[in-house]
C-alpha cells in the first residue's frame, strides 16, 4: 500500500497548504458542527467531535472559530443545516470510492459529484455497490521510528488492532470507539502522534498504473475540492510514478 500511503501523505501536506486559504477550515467547521448537532457539545463524551476538533487543532484553526461552530451544532449560535451524504462509486482502474459529504444542498451535491466523476472516467454506484467493500476503522498514523516490533507490540498493547510499516508511516488501526484511547494511551508513552481519524479502510486494493493511475490522481483532487466533499477513501494501491506528476 506504498502509493496510498503516500497518497495520503500529499493530501495531509495539502490540507496544511489549504488551510491557509480557508479551504479546509470551511470543511472542518461543517464536520465540528455537524458532530456536535449528533452527539452533543463536549468532545469528552462525543467521539467524532473530538476526533474533528483534534484535526482542526493540528492544522492552527482558532479557538474562536472552533468554538462558533460547537454552539452552531448544539443550537447556542444560528447555524446552517447540513446533511450527511456517503456517495458510492467506482473511478479509472475499477477502483472503488466512498466519497463522505456535508452539505445543506443535497441535490446541488450530487450533481457535482456525478459531473466530476463523468468527465473523469468515473460513475457514480448505487447504496451499497461498493460500501462492503470497506471496513469503518480508527486510524492512527505516526513517523515510523524506533524498533518496529517493539512499536507494534506497545500498539497491540495500548489496544490496537493492527499495526503496519506503510512505506515509512507506522499505520495504527483501531476499532471506532477505541481510536481516542489507543491515542491518548500511545501519547502516555511519549509516542508522536502525527494524525487519528475514522476511515473506511478498504478489505483488499486495487494496483492502478499508467493512465488510469493519472486519471484517478486527477478524480480524487477535483472531487476533494468540491466544498462539500469532506474525505474521499479508495480501495487502490496506487503506481508511486503517478504521483509524482
Known sequence: MAGHSKWKNIKHAKAATDAKRGAVFTKLIREITVAAKAGGGDPGGNPRLRTAIDAARSLSMPKD???RAVKKGTGDLEGVDYVEITYEAYGPGGVALMIQALTD???????????????????????GSVAFMFDRKGRIYMPAAGDEDAMMEMALDCGAS?????????????????LHAVKEALEAKGMKIGEAKLEWLPQSTVHVTGDDARALVKLLDVLEDLDDVQNVEGN??????????
Open 105 to 127: 444542498n443535497p441535490t446541488r451535491t450530487v450533481a457535482d459529484v456525478r459531473a466530476k466523476l463523468t468527465r473523469n472516467n468515473g460513475n457514480l454506484g448505487t447504496s
Open 162 to 178: 493492527d499495526f503496519a510499516n506503510d512505506d515509512g508511516t507506522f499505520a495504527i488501526t483501531t476499532e471506532l470507539s477505541e
Open 236 to 245: 487502490f494501491d496506487i503506481d508511486e510514478a503517478a504521483l509524482e506528476d
Open 65 to 67: 472559530n472552533i468554538d
